[in-house]
């Protein structure tokens, strides 16, 4: 991925490789590429070091705890540590963690960035970080996002050299597509060409991989429906798959606190039980759909919240392995 940006990033009209401008004996350090007729210094960065580790010793610690939260399926992290007295503290030291790469080379960007202005004698040009994630999949897009928008704020008291970080994993797929995220800074203003060229780039992108493009109108990162590369799978989906992604288009169970939506889960549960009891009746798969459906959205639901699943009562004599339609 990093051979076939640099190729990209010098097909750009004016595009220069600084290293091949300025001689290796000229000391300090400096940024990859001058882009739009040296109106822009752009660093690139490729994100290496999985952090999973770290997630996993994290949860395992979690899991010793009295007071660990019990969950159906993946949850996202932040809504796990919700539900523990200390789990805002917990969450902040674990993001630090993963997010140690993501600093790192933020921080080493401006530098480079901020020298290659005074070399250049280009105080005006602005300034871009591109990272790439080929394939870290623990590192979501969103959580990267957020963290170089907030590094763009709060890191840059030595003095305001990145004007806006584009982020291009492909370890993550948003729809099918990889995502291409532009995360500009409070200071984008000044550059009133900016908005133009920069809505450019992802098209450029896409051109140069020979790959069609889709955008989004969600304004939150947030809410961007971010999948792992490796939960692709091809070939048609599965009922499962059918049923998740109806309930993610129609989620009619988010309206319900927290003890409504264990109780709706409950009745959802019960309704089903009888029927894969050894001597209790029987129905078709068709007749049974509408029960395993909604048996499915609870679940579903449960994972998206994060749903503190202590406390569900199952039925007397059900295996707590029962699991109808997944």
């Known amino acids: ?41 752009v660093e690139l960065k490729v994100l290496t070091g999985d952090p999973q580790a770290k997630v996993e010793r994290a949860f395992d610690a979690l899991s010793e705890r009295e007071d660990a939260p019990l969950f159906v399926g993946p949850s ?48 005006d ?29 709060e890191q840059q008291s030595e003095g305001w050299a990145v004007d806006v970080a584009w982020l291009l994993s492909e370890a993550h797929l948003v729809d099918g597509a990889q995502p291409c995220i532009l995360i500009t800074g409070s200071r984008i203003d000044r550059f009133e060409w900016a908005s133009f060229y920069l809505d450019g780039l992802n098209a450029a992108w896409a051109r140069f991989n020979n790959s069609p493009i889709t955008t989004t109108d969600v304004e939150r990162l947030i809410d961007v429906p971010m999948q792992k590369a490796s939960e692709a ?34 009745e959802a549960f019960v309704s089903l039980m009888p029927y894969f009891l050894e001597g209790g009746p029987r129905r078709t798969m068709k007749e049974l759909e509408p029960l395993m459906i909604r048996w499915s959205d609870f679940l579903e639901e449960a994972r998206q919240r994060g749903l503190n699943m202590r406390g569900f009562g199952l039925p007397d004599g059900m295996p707590s392995s029962f699991n109808p339609g997944q």
């Not at 076939?4 to 300025?22: G, K, Y």
């Not at 007295?85 to 790192?104: N, W």
């Open 125 to 153: 040009a602005l300034g871009m970080l591109v990272v790439l994630n080929p394939d870290i999949e623990t590192l979501s897009p969103i959580d990267v996002g957020q963290e170089l928008s907030r590094l763009m704020e």
């Open 76 to 123: 996202p992290v932040d809504k796990v540590f919700r539900h523990l007295p200390d789990g805002a503290e917990k969450l902040r030291k674990l993001r630090q963690q993963v997010m140690r790469s993501t600093e790192a080379a933020f921080r080493n960007a401006r530098r480079q960035i901020a020298n290659t202005k005074k070399l250049f004698e280009l105080p």
């Open 233 to 266: 799978r091809p070939g048609p989906l599965t009922r499962s798959e059918i049923w998740r992604k109806r309930y993610q288009a129609n989620p009619y169970f988010r309206s319900l606190d927290d003890t409504a939506l264990k109780q709706a889960g409950t």
């Open 1 to 41: 991925m990093e051979e076939r940006f640099n190729r990209f990033a010098l097909a750009l009209p004016t595009a220069e490789s600084i290293d091949a401008v300025v001689s290796s004996a000229i000391p300090g350090q400096r940024a990859d590429y001058l882009w739009r007729g040296r109106s822009m210094v």
